[in-house]
């Protein structure tokens, strides 16, 4: 849970306007939050909007992994996120996109072991033009949802935290 976290670091690059950036940042804590509900649930029609069609992700393991390769994990439960903790969340904004560093306790399950890790992810949010255009009129006024709409990470990587 975001709320959770020990610490957190909101890095403005000094482009741009400062509060932009800070609504930016806290809509990409709420895409971040959805993204971690969505991985324990292994909600597959939520992931499937918060991930690009583009997305190459490398586990902690080093293997790479492509946005449909990882909703089929969830789908056939080929292994379960019992818990994912929050320990500390960093969002850096760069020219159009949004980078993340988190650092969790993943708990996971996978062929009837259960296995607590020390994890930290780093995603790149970036936004899917096509994808806001065809979203937004649909959403009206609801300014925080239309602030929302169309970012998805187009890269991940995780490592253990020895």
């Known amino acids: 849970m975001l709320g959770a976290a020990t610490s957190t670091q909101l890095g403005v ?9 800070n609504s930016m940042i806290e809509s990409i804590k709420r895409l971040e939050e959805r993204l971690r509900k969505a991985m324990i649930s292994s ?45 500390q969340l960093e969002i850096l904004p760069a020219e159009n996109v949004f980078i993340v560093i988190a650092q969790v306790e993943l708990v996971s399950e996978a062929g009837g072991l259960e296995v607590t890790t020390p994890l930290r992810f780093t995603r790149v949010w970036c936004l899917n033009h096509a994808l806001k255009e065809a979203l937004d009129p649909l959403l009206g006024k609801d300014q925080r949802a239309r602030s929302e709409n169309g970012w998805q990470v187009i890269a991940g990587h995780s490592s253990v935290i020895c």
């Not at 690059?13 to 509060?19: Q, V």
């Open 43 to 87: 909600n597959v029609d939520e992931l499937d909007i918060l991930l690009s069609p583009e997305l190459i992700f490398t586990n902690h393991l080093g293997q790479k992994i492509t946005k449909q390769q990882d909703l089929l994990a969830h789908r056939e439960k080929l292994f379960t996120i019992k818990n994912l903790t929050l320990k």
């Open 13 to 21: 690059n000094g482009k741009g306007n400062k509060r932009l950036s």
